[in-house]
């Protein structure tokens, strides 16, 4: 076995991800409470969830496993192992791959999880698995059904990297970017330091909304853009109003 395909830029863009999901989110479990920014309370979260945070764990690793054999497989197939340095290209073209890959991203994203909750048989059978988590929390952010795992995320990353063009070592910054913000759309918590939370208007607050069941046919867009809910009649605008005991409540706005 070539060892030197164990440091290739396929097996990092696979693997990196992976293991920064577990860092990143850990950190949210060592931040604390928070109680001044949260969105729901810890009893909310502790007994309005329909699934137990064991469970939770095995199937992120479940699904997280799954989607690394494919990529990996799908690497294999295309033969683009890339063992050997390449030089890299301009930054300007980094930079417009990476903005055409987050639209890509959104777009795939956004129809397939709105196909998931229009169809009753596929919200029954695959997505409703995510939507147990009611309140949710940032190392549940990829607790899927594995093959709505596959249909909606595995499958947006691909047609990101194929479409952008990016070459496979930018897709190890891209995907721990995209690792990063899921993350943080499902952290639970409005940080007024957390750049991600200031700068995208699809943030924490905006995918709790449709985390509810007022808002579960609204705010599909994931996870960086709101263009296409809005665009599509699918916006539901909201506003983080103070909770009594502490933190925040995203409240939509009505009409």
């Known amino acids: 076995m070539d060892l030197s395909l164990l440091s290739s830029d396929e097996v990092l863009g696979t693997f990196v991800p992976i293991v920064v999901y577990w860092v990143y989110s850990g950190l949210y479990m060592t931040m604390g409470s928070l109680n001044n920014y949260r969105l729901h309370s810890k009893k909310d979260e502790d007994t309005k969830n329909l699934v137990p945070k064991s469970k939770v764990v095995r199937g992120v690793l479940l699904q997280q496993t799954l989607q690394a054999s494919v990529s990996l497989l799908s690497f294999?197939?295309?033969?683009?192992s890339n063992t050997q340095q390449t030089p890299p290209p301009p930054l300007?073209?980094?930079?417009?791959?990476?903005?055409?890959?987050?639209?890509?991203f959104d777009t795939w994203q956004?129809?397939?999880?709105?196909?998931?909750?229009?169809?009753?048989?596929?919200?029954?059978?695959?997505?409703?698995?995510?939507?147990?988590?009611?309140?949710?929390?940032?190392?549940?952010?990829?607790?899927?059904?594995?093959i709505d795992g596959l249909l909606i995320e595995t499958a947006a990353g691909a047609a990101a990297f194929l479409v952008s063009g990016m070459s496979p070592r930018a897709s190890i910054f891209f995907f721990t970017f995209a690792t990063i913000k899921g993350i943080d759309?499902?952290?639970?918590?409005?940080l007024p330091w957390n750049p991600f939370h200031v700068f995208f208007g699809n943030n924490a607050a905006y995918h709790d909304v449709h985390h509810q069941l007022y808002g579960s046919k609204y705010n599909f867009?994931?996870?960086?853009?709101?263009?296409?809910?809005?665009?599509?009649?699918?916006?539901m605008p909201f506003r983080l109003e103070k909770r009594v005991g502490g933190g925040f409540e995203a409240r939509p706005i009505k009409d």
């Open 76 to 80: 294999w197939v295309m033969g683009t």
């Open 185 to 190: 759309d499902h952290c639970g918590l409005m």
């Open 110 to 146: 956004y129809f397939m999880h709105r196909i998931m909750h229009h169809n009753r048989f596929l919200y029954k059978h695959l997505h409703s698995w995510h939507h147990r988590l009611v309140v949710p929390y940032a190392f549940g952010a990829q607790y899927n059904h594995p």
């Open 92 to 104: 300007i073209v980094t930079a417009r791959q990476f903005i055409v890959a987050m639209f890509v």
């Open 221 to 235: 867009a994931q996870p960086f853009f709101v263009v296409w809910d809005k665009v599509l009649g699918t916006h």
